[in-house]
């Protein structure tokens, strides 16, 4: 079952560097909700609450709903911006969203199984993934939290490609529909070790003028 998240917002009516900055030393982080056909909305979040919801990955691709005042949307995270030392919320975009039109959403992949891959078990490789997340088109309705990578069957230099994950009802991987390649998702290689080469050392001073005069 997906995982619900509510944000309580406040309309502003001020913006420009000088007043987001007024506004988040009050503990607030401003921000706007467009979308949908609908007007755009300066608002305003509380801070510590948004930045624990930040730190949750269901957060990042779930269905949201936003209340400020006495209307209710729902809209997904699109965008954040974070402050480049503290651990302070700048900004944040929420865009509404239509439970009729389709979206694009990046979603989170987890990968399992890689313990029990034959190609890991038996063979002595690793588990290389080439992916973190995947950008799917469906309803919002059908959005899911992550997409599960199955490699237990995986042998030594084999893959799991795009083609090979099973998408849920109403899922479709966005780069498909525009020709896209099927990529290589994960793969089971071998650890490579590189060899050092032996350090020579350099003959003395005295050492390398004997060896001239002997030739």
Not at 16 to 31: Q, Y
Request: net charge negative.
């Amino acid at each position: 079952m997906a995982t619900k998240f509510e944000l309580t917002a406040d309309n502003r009516s001020t913006q420009g560097k000088s007043a987001s900055r007024r506004l988040r030393h009050t503990g607030v982080v401003p921000g706007i909700l467009y979308g949908a056909g609908k007007p755009p909305q300066m608002i305003t979040l509380a801070h510590d609450n948004l930045l624990r919801h930040l730190d949750n990955e269901k957060f990042h691709s779930a269905i949201l709903t936003v209340k400020v005042g006495d209307d209710t949307d729902q809209a997904i995270l699109r965008d954040w911006q974070m402050h480049p030392v503290k651990r302070q919320v700048m900004h944040v975009d929420l865009q509404r969203v239509s439970a009729t039109e389709k979206l694009h959403m990046k979603v989170p992949l987890h990968f399992i199984g890689q313990d029990v891959a034959p190609g890991v078990k038996q063979d002595g490789g690793i588990a290389a993934h080439l992916m973190s997340e995947l950008d799917i088109t469906c309803l919002p309705k059908d959005l899911p939290e992550y997409l599960e990578v199955d490699l237990s069957g995986l042998h030594l230099h084999q893959s799991v490609h795009l083609s090979d994950l099973k998408l849920p009802e109403g899922v479709q991987i966005t780069s498909f529909a525009h020709g896209g390649d099927d990529l290589a998702v994960a793969t089971i290689t071998t650890i490579r070790i590189e060899e050092v080469a032996p350090v020579v050392a350099a003959p003395a001073e005295g050492e390398a003028a004997a060896a001239a005069a002997a030739t």
